[in-house]
């Protein structure tokens, strides 16, 4: 076929356009101050534009004559003149207008149901200007979800958010992004973003919906944590918890523990309580499968040939987690884990069976106290007047004085021995040395050895300096900051922490493990 004559019929069509005499219909397109009226022919818009066919069809008067003038009011007079000459004379050259041009020609395109037009800008638009539309990705991203026909944009958009999410997210305005939307982002396997991200991201979104929420979870009241929940419940289903590890779940999501359904909250916290902390639910991929969870095996706690390095630092992780959700006695819950065999749900159920205050609310004093006074006594400056002849007791009865002890102290390893017992015999009449915080803080402060020589039991600094140099006699400064450092986990009888540095020669990993034992 000749495609000449097309374009001889194409350039006929346009001077018919151009040709003011024969015109039988008037169009006022844009708004006021800006517009203008064009002349066309009935014939052919009612044959190119479907959507000006349905507008003609119902101005119809009784007497079969067509209304002089029909209105379009979205569209500027500029962006119309282009699409009239393209329903006249089937050309259009894109090329020839500037970018923001060809969107609002696009936009027009699908007000007048020209298909094909919609069709073809897109294309234009992805393979020609994919740098300009990553520079302007929040025009786009609007435009294209604006509506349900431009879906080659649409996926443009999904497709890019998920290669480089960081660089476009930062680029929009997060906020202002649809539910559908963000669900349909968080939901792409293509999505390259680490779990924490996307929830940062929907947390980000949530907030931003609720401006009158602070970003910190542990001042959220009742109505702010009702509003954040509302606000995330069809995002937070879609959110991949279960490619977590353990130690990601405690630090990211357990502080928001309370906008989560609770059933998906209890299914985590079985999931997640008994692996290491960086390790991975194997049985758990697809947060929307909902199906009974199997608790994985205990924590190995009995084989010395498992040992790994990193046990110390798991044993700190359960015990922050426990901590987070309410339970602060260091000491109970390290006698639950032994117990246990370190099968941490069963930890858990007997922790919630000693009938701790819900996670919710705030660990009260008066009503832990008597616990507490047996594991990890807090601040001295914050107890009440009842709890001090405890303490002073306490301190009368150590055996050392501070102020003369570093002078008297012997290499006669059995006068060591001999401190040793005394400190043991300490234990038993109050089962812990005084400890006491820093400054007056909050009960759950980190706890520690108090070094003044009013205070203090034992100065370590200054015991350990003049101590005697045989190494088979004296108690290291590294043991020390063992024992200390044992101390603060929890484990608080002296001797018993001291004959297990000494069994495994310093290996702090195994004596944590022959302690839990």
């Known amino acids: 076929m000749d495609y000449r004559f097309l374009q001889i019929l194409s350039q006929n069509l346009i001077e018919i356009l151009d040709d003011d005499e024969y015109y039988d219909i008037t169009i006022e397109v844009g708004n006021d101050p800006y517009v203008k009226i064009f002349h066309a022919h009935i014939v052919i818009l009612n044959y190119r534009s479907s959507y000006l066919r349905r507008i003609l069809s119902t101005n119809k008067k009784k007497n079969d004559e067509i209304l002089v003038q029909i209105k379009l009011p979205n569209i500027s007079p500029d962006i119309f003149q282009i699409i009239l000459r393209y329903i006249y004379g089937g050309k259009l050259s894109l090329e020839d207008y500037d970018n923001l041009d060809i969107v609002k020609i696009l936009v027009a395109a699908n007000e007048l149901n020209l298909q094909e037009l919609v069709t073809y800008v897109q294309s234009f638009l992805i393979k020609n200007k994919a740098d300009w539309m990553k520079q302007n990705f929040n025009l786009i991203y609007q435009t294209s979800f604006d509506n349900n026909s431009f879906l080659e944009l649409q996926k443009y958009c999904t497709d890019l958010m998920s290669k480089y999410p960081d660089k476009i997210l930062k680029s929009m305005d997060f906020a202002s992004i649809p539910e559908k939307n963000l669900i349909s982002l968080i939901q792409s396997d293509n999505l390259q973003m680490s779990v924490i991200q996307v929830w940062e991201n929907v947390l980000k979104w949530g907030l931003a919906q609720n401006p009158a929420i602070c970003s910190d979870p542990s001042n959220y009241s009742k109505d702010d944590v009702n509003s954040l929940k509302n606000t995330l419940q069809r995002c937070i289903p879609f959110i991949r918890f279960y490619d977590l590890t353990s130690k990601e779940f405690s630090d990211y999501i357990l502080p928001y523990r309370e906008i989560l359904p609770e059933n998906l909250y209890m299914d985590l916290l079985k999931t997640f309580l008994n692996l290491h902390p960086n390790s991975k639910p194997s049985h758990k991929t697809n947060p929307q499968i909902s199906k009974e969870i199997n608790s994985p095996p205990p924590l190995p706690v009995t084989d010395e040939s498992e040992l790994n390095g990193e046990i110390l630092e798991e044993i700190q992780i359960k015990l922050k987690l426990f901590h987070d959700m309410g339970f602060t006695n260091k000491e109970e819950i390290l006698k639950a884990i032994k117990e246990s065999n370190g099968d941490m749900m069963s930890v858990f159920d007997y922790l919630m069976g000693a009938s701790p205050l819900s996670p919710s609310e705030p660990y009260s004093r008066s009503d832990s106290h008597v616990r507490r006074k047996s594991a990890l006594p807090y601040n001295l400056s914050q107890d009440s007047d009842e709890d001090k002849p405890w303490i002073e007791n306490a301190q009368s009865s150590l055996p050392i004085n501070i102020s003369t002890t570093a002078s008297q102290l012997v290499t006669d390893e059995s006068e060591i021995s001999g401190a040793v017992n005394y400190l043991d015999n300490y234990d038993r009449r109050s089962s812990s040395l005084p400890y ?82």
Do not use: H, W
């Open 436 to 517: 006491i915080s820093s400054q007056d803080s909050d009960e759950d402060e980190p706890l520690f050895l108090v070094n003044s020589q009013s205070s203090s039991p034992i100065n370590i600094s200054t015991v350990t300096s003049q101590l005697v140099t045989d190494e088979s006699e004296l108690i290291s400064e590294a043991y020390q900051q063992m024992l200390t450092y044992l101390r603060d986990m929890g484990f608080c009888n002296y001797k018993e922490n001291l004959e297990a540095i000494k069994k495994f020669n310093g290996d702090l990993d195994k004596v944590i493990e022959y302690l839990l034992l």
